[in-house]
């Protein structure tokens, strides 16, 4: 019998969907090692210049007007715009998986974006066909833009995204809350001091890290001028993602700190480094925080994006794993109250009480009893 073909299709705005794209593929070469598993970035130049210009647009409207991002948001958060919205894109983007089909012609397709998702969804209702469809969301709350038909499994991330789709009327056998997928990596991960050990830092200082997501945004210049007010020596671990510009700003700002500073670029060292640090300063990426959460590290979360990483705050702040540092607020101030007392302990304990480690595994598991494999 020939070898089951698994589509995955994710896309490269930020990290956070390709790394649960990582994560499923990870676990599905596991379970299924004889099956050829395929992922294609639905947003790359290699896959489609008109789906990469859309990209380019949307990180510039990030990076110049985010409150317009808001709108757009907001507009699509009813049923109606997020109807509309659904659909422009699916019409746009289905020329491309008209190509995909035909070129891998998958047994499944597994999409841990909107786009994809809901490409698929009308590439299905065209055609009349049964082609397994699995849709992983990657956030902490629901937005109408995942929300499509002929999907023959969901997975979201907690029980109240499950009962707010079973109120839409989807029907509660193909709703699946098991978290948001991550890499098994975190399970096998060293303890705190081995790590330190591991990547050559004391055991002496209060250690936190550093985050912008894998565009490296999230302000890390103010972090760090507001860090240099605390006269309690810290080491400081920056991660600058692809922003090379970053890596070397916060390079030449070590020189003066009274802080130990390292810097990576684009890394795959992260949960070495979440785990290893004693706070998580970063913009609350969903994956991000799941991540945190499986390793019990406390976070200060900062400008969210609007929209989803807001909610992303919201739900970590609202279960005591995190601190949401309004603007206004001051930085330094709020980590030094965070360093006081029992607080880094309790945060620390309630981000294992979130923490959904074994995701992937289980997500993988029900796609492929779903799909017959």
Same mark, same amino acid.
């Given at each position: ?170 029907? +509660? ?5 098991? &978290?948001?997928?991550?890499? %098994?990596? /975190? ?5 705190? !001091?081995? #790590? ?124 005591? +794993? ?5 603007? &206004?607020?001051?930085?330094? %101030?709020? /980590? ?5 007392? !029992?607080? #880094? ?29």
């Amino acid at each position: 019998m020939a070898a089951k073909k698994i589509l995955i299709l994710t896309a490269s705005i930020g990290s956070g969907h390709i790394k649960a794209a990582e994560a499923v593929a990870e676990e599905l070469t596991r379970l299924l090692p004889q099956a050829e598993i395929i992922t294609v970035d639905f947003m790359a130049r290699t896959t489609s210049l008109w789906h990469w210009l859309t990209k380019k647009i949307y990180l510039e409207m990030l990076n110049f007007v985010p409150n317009l991002y808001d709108v757009f948001y907001k507009l699509s958060s009813n049923e109606a715009g997020g109807n509309c919205g659904k659909n422009i894109f699916a019409l746009f983007m289905l020329p491309v998986f008209n190509r995909l089909q035909a070129r891998y012609q998958p047994d499944c397709v597994i999409c841990t974006h909107p786009f994809p998702a809901g490409t698929v969804s009308l590439w299905k209702e065209r055609h009349h066909s049964s082609l397994p469809l699995a849709v992983v969301m990657t956030d902490y709350s629901l937005h109408p833009m995942w929300l499509c038909s002929g999907v023959d499994s969901y997975f979201m991330a907690t029980e109240d995204m499950r009962q707010g789709m079973i109120e839409q009327g989807f029907a +509660a056998d193909k709703l699946y809350a098991e &978290g948001i997928p991550i890499s %098994a990596e /975190v399970q096998n991960l060293p303890a705190k !001091e081995e #790590l330190r050990k591991m990547l050559g830092i004391g055991q002496d200082k209060r250690v936190i890290l550093l985050m912008g997501g894998g565009l490296g945004l999230g302000g890390i210049e103010h972090t760090l001028q507001e860090l240099e007010k605390i006269s309690q020596p810290l080491v400081l671990l920056v991660v600058a993602g692809r922003n090379e510009q970053l890596r070397q700003q916060v390079e030449d700002f070590a020189i003066g700190s009274h802080h130990v500073i390292r810097t990576w670029g684009y890394t795959d060292e992260v949960k070495k480094l979440m785990g290893a640090s004693d706070l998580l300063i970063t913009k609350p990426g969903a994956l991000t925080i799941s991540e945190a959460f499986a390793l019990g590290t406390p976070m200060l979360l900062h400008d969210p994006i609007p929209g989803p990483e807001t909610e992303n705050a919201v739900y970590a702040t609202r279960h005591g +794993a995190a601190v949401w540092l309004h603007p &206004g607020e001051k930085l330094a %101030a709020a /980590v030094e109250e965070i360093f006081q007392g !029992e607080s #880094l302990k309790r945060m620390h304990e309630q981000a294992l009480n979130r923490a959904r480690p074994l995701a992937s595994r289980k997500i993988v598991k029900i796609i492929l009893s779903s799909a017959g494999f």
